[in-house]
């Protein structure tokens, strides 16, 4: 029973380094697989989801040798396994990349199905519409999905929906096909982007990722390679949103600013002043923040992951905001826990209605989410007083040493490993 400890209502000053994207690694290190060969991966964030990923390699055959906390050499000449054990599966929802990759490499893959989660239902049609279309056959049995093909070939797929899982998904599986597959109606998200430059620097032949259609043609074998990582856009966009709800001043470095444009303009719309540098950006409000409407889309569009966060910004501007969320079904359930800071939010469906408040009021919360738990954070950054964050594992899967990153722009955050005293009794 872990929690954070936050006396907010300080503005955040200083330097923030933002780490390597969590999910372009939870992609990159299944994909490794298919190397059959030495990586050796850099700018890795150190958060648990990725430690989860090192945890099933491993158990896969892999060998996995750690370099330093950024940086870990993979060695998946040996693997033989082509089953993810159902426990280390479930301990991370993307492990479906573990099925493109198996598939990909060995023609065949068990990995368990991904369990809907508190983001509202969470389906796989599209990836398994891609793995058919290239010849494989997949069948589900006690909660485990099985997917094999005696050969795959290359096949034009046009998805019905637009899926970064499903993309990446049919790049892994698709690489190493016969044949060309062409890719349409795909995600353009920056992590889809680097997942194809590590696998064309490992031998494959992948072309268009960033665009609307991504050729492959497949290539009989790759190789090892060594890579580093691009930067965290959400992780960075937290920061961004941190500094600007406590008034602060935060310089937020190693970042694509190109890739935080879709929070840039947002942001600035709402009257936070910020500066890009070539890797970096200067976050800094001085003015009071103005209310707006935003609609969560597919890359290039305002990016779900930033919903939360934005929401939370916006329960402190001037006027009525109207946050409509375009991906997920229920991504608005964290709003329950924030009316404990006296926020004014009404939620409908997929459409939120802030009107903004003059302050926000600490309080208890569990973290409901990994980008809900971060809202939370930088709502608690922004209340004059103590509040305290609860089931922070979900924060932990995702943010790389945020207690200690946020006390170097000045916070009061502390992490408490066992809370004393008495147990706050919530509705889950
Ligand atoms: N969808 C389908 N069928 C499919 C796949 C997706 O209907 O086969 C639907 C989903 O239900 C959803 C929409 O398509 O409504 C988009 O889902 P997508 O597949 O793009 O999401 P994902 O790949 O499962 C990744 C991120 C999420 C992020 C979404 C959208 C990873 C590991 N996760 O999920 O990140 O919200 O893309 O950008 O890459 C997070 O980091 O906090 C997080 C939840």
Not at 25 to 32: D, F, K, S, Y
Not at 126 to 145: E, R
Not at 312 to 326: F, H, K, P, Q, R
Request: hydrophobic content about 45%; proline content about 4%; aromatic content about 4%.
């Amino acid at each position: 029973m872990e929690k954070f400890v936050i006396r907010g209502g300080k503005p955040l000053m200083g330097e923030v380094t933002i780490s390597g994207a969590k999910n372009a690694a939870v992609a990159i290190l299944p994909a490794t697989i298919l190397a059959g060969g030495k990586c050796v991966l850099e700018n890795l964030p150190s958060i648990s989801d990725v430690g989860a990923c090192l945890d099933i390699l491993s158990a896969m055959g892999a060998q996995v040798r750690t370099i330093n906390k950024h940086t870990v050499e993979i060695d998946t000449t040996h693997i033989t396994k082509t089953m993810v054990p159902d426990e280390m599966s479930r301990q991370m929802r993307a492990s479906y990349y573990f099925i493109g990759a198996l598939l990909g490499r060995f023609g065949k893959a068990t990995v368990s199905m991904p369990g809907g989660c508190n983001l509202g239902p969470r389906p796989i049609d599209q990836h398994l519409k891609a793995f058919a279309a290239f010849g494989a056959k997949d069948s589900v049995d006690n909660g485990m999905i099985d997917v094999q093909a005696s050969e795959l070939h290359g096949e034009e797929v046009f998805f019905d929906t637009v899926s970064v899982g499903a993309t990446i998904n049919a790049m892994l599986a698709a690489v190493m096909a016969k044949g060309t597959t062409i890719l349409e109606n795909v995600a353009k998200e920056p992590h889809i982007v680097d997942v194809a430059n590590f696998l064309n620097t490992m031998g494959a032949d992948v072309r268009g990722a960033g665009t609307d259609v991504i050729k492959i043609r497949g290539v009989e074998k790759m190789h090892g390679c060594t890579y580093s990582i691009i930067p965290d856009q959400i992780e960075a966009g937290s920061y961004m949103v941190a500094a600007a709800v406590t008034g602060g001043n935060v310089l937020v470095k190693n970042v694509i600013p190109k890739h935080l444009e879709p929070i840039t303009s947002k942001m600035e719309k709402a009257g936070v002043t910020i500066e890009e540098f070539d890797d970096a950006v200067r976050v800094t409000r001085q003015g009071d923040l103005e209310a707006l409407n935003i609609k969560t889309m597919p890359h290039p569009g305002f990016p779900t992951d930033m919903q939360p966060l934005m929401t939370v910004m916006l329960a402190l501007a001037n006027g009525t905001s109207i946050v409509t969320e375009g991906i997920w079904e229920n991504r608005f359930r964290y709003v329950d826990e924030l009316s404990r800071m006296g926020v004014n939010i009404q939620v409908a469906g997929r459409v939120a209605v802030i009107e903004g408040v003059q302050e926000l009021l600490p309080a208890p919360m569990r973290a409901t989410d990994l980008r809900a738990g971060a809202a939370m954070v930088m709502a608690a950054l922004a209340a004059n007083g103590v509040s305290e964050i609860r089931e922070i594992d979900h924060i932990e899967r995702g943010y790389e040493d945020i207690v200690e990153k946020l006390k170097g722009l000045g916070a009061d955050i502390k992490r408490i490993e066992k809370p004393e005293g008495a147990v706050l009794k919530q509705a889950h």
